[in-house]
């Protein structure tokens, strides 16, 4: 299966890199000022001024940069090609399902428009709070990439409409190849050929520390790190996210990452982003979400390059992030939501998210839209990786409520082994119990 989303996904990734190269109650509040799309890749739906307002909860587009980019450009451009104002809620991922659950049960729907992840959207459906978008106006002036058009069918319903994606990636400043260890070439490495390895990647990190004195390799440990844990080394050493959590390659992989530590940046513990250690030359090499690398990239494009991740022993695992836009059922104010929607994927939305926030396009058209320079650093980096004839391809796992707790257990893990040098087969044990426990409570299998 990860075969087969790869290659429909690559043909949106692709396409990005070529034009690159010539890469969240009911009431509502008024926002200010935007340039609209064009009307020709507008469904007509939103070229009508009709008034009105739509409640968007949302778990993306939450941090402040990209909540800015909506409050400041998006909504302001929607209000003014339709009259509609928009109250944008930005809530957690355990917020949004309780008072999802809340609302449902009560039949006093306030929320219009939920903006979330596929796999909470997935947990949304199999609790019934989703409208069946299927018979809702056609989105006209635009081509759905496949895949996410595939994973909005949940369980024959069509739940959302896809909105953006992502994935994580690593960022190298060029002045890192001059330390390449010996038999990995920077070819190896902006290919991601069967070379470049993790081991390879604890010889670089090593032979830099050796001939400049510093620990130059940097990960977000108070941002995302759970997601590299998981979608990343896991896969990468056992096949799975989860299913091997306490086997022997899962042990293996631990005594990897404490050894690499011992190369990492110490103030990884304090970062929750890698663009700013980047830019500041904190670190030459780092891994972390497109959408907070993006400044790096935006800032000095001529001094970075985007690569794909490191392969372990059973492949190159990286996850695939899906964020769409769905309606609750019992919506008051779905029309409208709808016109936001059509909105948000117009192709000059798109690309202008992809230029203010890193997250990708997910109709195929906003490859005209993009502009040439910096982001071609970024999409050529992604298409290189989904294109690795190792790659699996992961999900995050669908927990609705208890999503954070899957990534607390993973950090838990971490700061035992790596943090404070406990043994890995008694943690791995202990966490890994505490896991299954935590997926059969939410009634989803092991990934």
């Not at 790869?6 to 926002?31: N, R």
């Not at 003014?80 to 399902?97: A, E, M, N, W």
């Not at 979330?116 to 409208?131: C, F, K, P």
């Not at 960022?171 to 010996?182: D, M, Q, R």
Request: aromatic share 10%; hydrophobic share 40%.
């Amino acid at each position: 299966m990860n075969r087969k989303i790869l290659s429909l996904f690559l043909i949106g990734v692709m396409a990005f890199a070529v034009v690159a190269s010539g890469c969240i109650s009911g009431g509502g509040s008024t926002t200010t000022s935007s340039s609209a799309p064009s009307t020709s890749s507008s469904a007509s739906s939103t070229t009508t001024k009709t008034g009105g307002k739509v409640v968007w909860a949302s778990t993306q587009l939450v941090p402040p940069a990209e909540r800015a980019f909506i409050l400041n450009t998006v909504l302001p451009g929607f209000k003014k090609q339709t009259g509609i104002d928009v109250q944008f809620v930005p809530i957690s991922y355990f917020d949004l399902s309780t008072r999802l659950a809340a609302e449902e049960k009560s039949g006093k729907v306030t929320i219009d428009l939920i903006g979330d992840l596929h796999g909470a959207m997935d947990y949304y459906q199999s609790q019934g709070w989703l409208m069946d978008l299927s018979n809702m106006p056609q989105l006209k002036g635009r081509t759905f990439i496949s895949t996410f058009e595939k994973y909005a069918m949940i369980r024959g319903t069509k739940a959302y409409i896809p909105w953006m994606s992502a994935t994580y990636v690593m960022v190298i400043n060029k002045e890192a190849f001059k330390y390449l260890p010996s038999g990995l070439t920077e070819q190896d490495v902006m290919q991601g050929t069967s070379k470049w390895t993790y081991d390879a990647l604890l010889a670089w990190a090593k032979n830099i520390y050796e001939k400049t004195g510093k620990k130059e390799l940097g990960f977000p440990v108070k941002g995302l790190f759970h997601r590299f844990l998981h979608g990343y080394l896991y896969p990468s050493y056992t096949g799975y996210e989860v299913k091997k959590f306490d086997s022997p390659e899962a042990i293996q992989m631990w005594k990897y990452l404490k050894n690499l530590w011992q190369y990492v940046n110490p103030s990884s513990t304090t970062w929750d982003e890698m663009a700013d250690p980047l830019l500041r030359g904190d670190v030459l090499i780092a891994w972390d979400h497109t959408a907070r690398i993006k400044d790096a990239i935006t800032k000095e494009p001529d001094k970075f390059v985007v690569v794909p991740v490191p392969r372990g022993p059973k492949g190159r695992g990286f996850i695939l992030v899906v964020a769409g836009l769905a309606i609750p059922k019992g919506a008051p104010n779905k029309d409208a939501a709808w016109k936001l929607i059509d909105y948000l994927t117009t192709p000059k939305v798109q690309a202008e998210t992809l230029a203010q926030t890193g997250f990708f396009p997910v109709v195929k058209e906003a490859s005209e839209q993009l502009p040439s320079g910096p982001l071609k650093v970024l999409a050529k980096g992604v298409a290189a990786q989904e294109s690795t004839s190792d790659a699996l391809v992961v999900m995050i796992p669908n927990l609705g409520k208890y999503g954070g707790q899957f990534g607390e257990l993973y950090k838990e893990a971490f700061r035992r082994i790596v943090l404070q040098g406990q043994d890995p087969a008694t943690v791995t044990k202990d966490i890994g119990a505490q896991l299954d426990k935590l997926f059969q409570e939410a009634g989803v299998p092991l990934p």
